[in-house]
Structures are given as C-alpha cells and as structure tokens.
C-alpha cells in the first residue's frame, strides 16, 4: 500500500510539473510578455530609429515575447492595445497618435493587472493609469524652436507652418509656442497646415503658397521628412534657402541626413527629439521597482546652422 502511494505522489508530482512547463510554454515560454502600440516606421527617420530601439532591447536574447502593432489611426491603435490586453501581455507599451481616447483601454489594462508604459508621447489620462512615460517635452522642443527664430532678429516673420498629426502630442508641443507668436502678431501666419508628418504632402503645401504669390520667409516644419518635401518645392521654383538664402528652413528630430543640410548651410535649424526610451523602460521593467517619477524626460536641444559641427552630427544624428 505505501508503496502506491509514493508511486501515486510520484505520478502527481511529474504531472504537476508538466503543467508547470506547459504553462510557462504557454506564457512565452517564461518570457516577459510585451506588447507595442507605436506609429509605423515609415512615419519618419525618427519613428524608425525609435521602431529599431524598441525592437533591440525587447528582444528574445534578452528575456522579452515582443508582440508589436504600427498604426497613425487612434482608433486601430486602440483596437490593437485591447487585443494585447485580451492577449494577457504583461507590459503595455504606448506611443499613441492622438492624445486622447485612451481612459477605457488604460482602465481596462489597470484591472487585468498589466503594467502600462507611455514613450515617446504623453496622453490625456490620469497618471495613476500608467507606470511611467518616458517622453520628448514636446513644448519644450516648440519653445526652443521658436524662441531661436527670434533670436534670428528678422525685420519681420512671415511663416508657413506645416503641421504634423493632428491631436498628436508632438504637433501639440511645437505648434503651441508658434500659435502664440502669430496670436501676438510678432509672426504672421502665412498657412498653417497639416502634412501628417508626409513629405510630399509638405511640398503641395508650399507649392501651393508659391503660386499664389504670397510672400514668406520662414518655414517652421514639425519634423525633418515635411521639411524636406519643402526645400524640395523652395528649390525647383529657384527659391534660395538656409543660411545665405531668402528662406530660413526649421525642421525637427536630428536625422544625420537633416543634419548635413544644416552642416553645407541649405538649412538653418533642427530640433532635436530623442527616439531612445526602449533601455530605460527596460531597465525600469527589471528593476521591479516602482520610478521616481511619473515623467521621465528626454534632455534635448535645438542645432544651428552656423555652430553645428560634424562631431554633433555623429554624437546626435538619427540614421545614416
């Protein structure tokens, strides 16, 4: 009898610990299970540098299931952080393309205990919703923009803004500081128009400006692909551009291509935006320590042409 016995706890015991692997097979095969809402690599030079980031650090060799979703339509994004949640991730990570809608799915994400994770952008929920944002002070990048251009002291600013995302918190943050200059009348407002961070789009929207004859100096464009769709329309109507030139060319996010316009004087400024979150979330998902802080912010800075040098352009550049 003793001897069933031990054979029974011995039959227990191997079954018990195949349910065991099955279960961590089943949980990633014990990997930390990480899903990924960001916009799509082909937004930018930076949304690309920022895709790779992420892809890097959660990586299978270090310890990560990485599950990831692109979209620049809030509400596929929703859809996709629902699916995660319903999926049982462990950690939700959000860059999102609007800076609202998102209360339920963080709720949602809060009471079936995943751990959530804003980068890139901020959105508008209560911080109790999520463990950290690690983030660019998009207003902060607006202001040292804007504030650069006044310090170009023109006889007067006439601007054409291209505008990013609607509703993104980017777009929010350098449009901000610009909508108070043309609100005082320091700056006048050309157009100011979406482009949806698109390149081409960008240079419809100049084209458009120069043909109707509208006189402009200054183009304030809210990253480096819309600026570059704009110089693109500045040169075949043989506008002169950058530092020697009619028009002062702004662009935003430090690619190293960007970069070495500003360098050969075709561009005056770029604003950096650092796309590299991915480690410090990392290090504060292994830490299992709550932050010290809600916000995390990104230090960065604005380049000028006339004081860029190639060794910022290695230290700071995005891409090749």
């Known amino acids: 009898m003793r001897k069933f016995k031990a054979l029974f706890l011995v039959a227990v015991l191997i ?6 692997a099955c279960s961590k097979k089943d949980k990633g095969d ?6 990924v809402v960001n916009n799509p690599p082909s937004e930018s030079g930076y949304r690309e540098a920022n895709v790779k980031d992420m892809e890097k650090v ?10 990831t979703f692109y979209s620049q339509k809030n509400d596929e994004q929703l859809q996709a952080a629902n699916s995660f949640i319903t999926d049982g991730v462990d950690y939700l990570l959000i860059s999102a393309a609007e800076t609202t809608g998102w209360d339920e799915v963080l709720k949602k994400a809060k009471e079936a205990g995943i751990k959530v994770y804003l980068f890139d952008r901020m959105i508008n929920v209560d911080a109790s919703l999520y463990e950290a944002a690690v983030v660019s002070d998009m207003a902060k990048e607006g202001d040292t923009a804007v504030n650069w251009l006044l310090a ?3 006889p007067e600013y006439k601007v054409i803004h291209i505008q990013g995302a609607m509703g993104s918190d980017a777009q929010i943050g350098r449009t901000g500081a610009l909508d108070a200059q043309f609100a005082s009348g320091k700056m006048k407002k050309v157009i100011q128009q979406t482009a949806s961070w698109d390149e081409a789009e960008a240079k ?6 120069i043909n109707s004859g509208e006189d402009f100096n200054v183009i304030y464009a809210e990253n480096d692909g819309m600026a570059k769709g ?3 329309a500045l040169d075949e109507a043989g506008i002169t551009h950058g530092v020697d030139g009619k028009v002062i060319v702004m662009g935003f996010d430090c690619n190293k291509w960007a970069l070495r316009e500003l360098l ?9 935006c650092s796309p590299f979150q991915a480690k410090i979330i990392s290090d504060l998902i292994t830490s299992g320590k709550a932050p010290a802080t809600k916000k995390i ?8 042409a006339k004081t860029l040098t190639q060794n910022d352009i290695d230290t700071y550049g995005l891409g090749e």
């Open 152 to 154: 170009q002291n023109l």
């Open 58 to 67: 959660f990586s299978k060799d270090n310890g990560y299931d990485l599950r």
């Open 204 to 209: 419809k929207i100049v084209e458009s400006v």
């Open 264 to 272: 050969a004087g075709k561009w005056n400024y770029d604003g950096q």
């Open 30 to 35: 014990g990997k930390i299970k990480i899903g």
């Open 230 to 232: 704009a110089v693109a």
């Open 15 to 20: 079954i018990c610990c195949m349910a065991t």
């Open 297 to 304: 912010i990104n230090e960065e800075k604005g380049f000028d």
